[in-house]
């Protein structure tokens, strides 16, 4: 279940180490700060279907760029309807497309939806597997949302889960140099300290929800402003 590629020999190009020190305060100042917040939707459904690793995956399928609450009532109506692999496959694309809009891009991430979830019968007998090599076989599954069914649905903890939040917010943190969250991902199991690596997903993406948003950042009232390079601000 390791996600991490690159477990030993040299630095790759453009990666930071961070000071251990200095992630570790960040991350126990975020986990104080976060506990008012709201949570990701999917951390919400993790919680509320007791870490069902099948409705995790088809709520981090459905939750790519759209908005939070929006990924969570559409979660809600279809797995109202259809809560396991064998159900949710018999339902027409069409039905689908129908209760999971308006999440983004809803008539390809309806089409994914079906053919994950017969995938999942065919190949795994309507259950979702636990490696990275399996999980990215899925139609509409790559790294992020492998990794967080591991890390929420497996309670695996040696993954580290990467969109668009951990990726900007840890380049402004200096902890990685890094353009893809692809190249985030791996620069962070080399920079951070193996403890935080199943937090860094849940502390990041609710502080980019909150705090350090894509546009105008809230560094005057951050509390982490402290410890923070800005890098790019
Ligand atoms: S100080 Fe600014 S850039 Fe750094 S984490 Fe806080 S909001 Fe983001």
């Not at 899925?138 to 497996?154: D, H, W, Y």
């Amino acid at each position: 279940m390791n996600g991490n590629r690159e477990s030993s020999g040299a630095l790759p190009k453009r990666v930071t180490r961070a000071r251990p020190r200095a992630v570790d305060r960040i991350m126990r100042i975020m986990a104080r700060e976060i506990a008012g917040m709201e949570l990701p939707a999917v951390e919400k459904i993790s919680e509320a279907q007791a870490e069902n690793p099948f409705q995790i995956l088809i709520a981090t399928l459905l939750s790519a760029r759209t908005q939070d609450a929006t990924t969570h009532a559409a979660s809600t109506r279809l797995f109202k309807r259809a809560h396991t692999p064998r159900t949710l496959a018999k339902l027409p694309v069409e039905t689908i497309e129908r209760l999971i809009f308006p999440v983004g891009f809803y008539r390809t991430k309806a089409r994914h939806v079906k053919k994950c979830c017969e995938k999942l019968v065919t190949d795994f007998n309507g259950q979702v597997p636990s490696t990275m090599e399996e999980l990215v076989t899925l139609p509409g599954v790559g790294r992020k949302t492998a990794n967080l069914v591991l890390i929420l649905g497996f309670k695996s903890l040696r993954n580290i889960c990467v969109d668009i939040h951990v990726h900007r917010i840890s380049n402004r943190l200096g902890w990685v140099r890094t353009t893809h969250p692809e190249e985030t991902e791996q620069a962070l199991y080399r920079a951070i300290p193996a403890r935080w690596w199943p937090l860094i997903n849940l502390y990041l993406v609710t502080w980019g929800q909150n705090v350090c948003r894509p546009v105008r950042p809230r560094c005057a009232d951050c509390a982490i402003s402290r410890d923070c390079q800005k890098f790019g601000l």
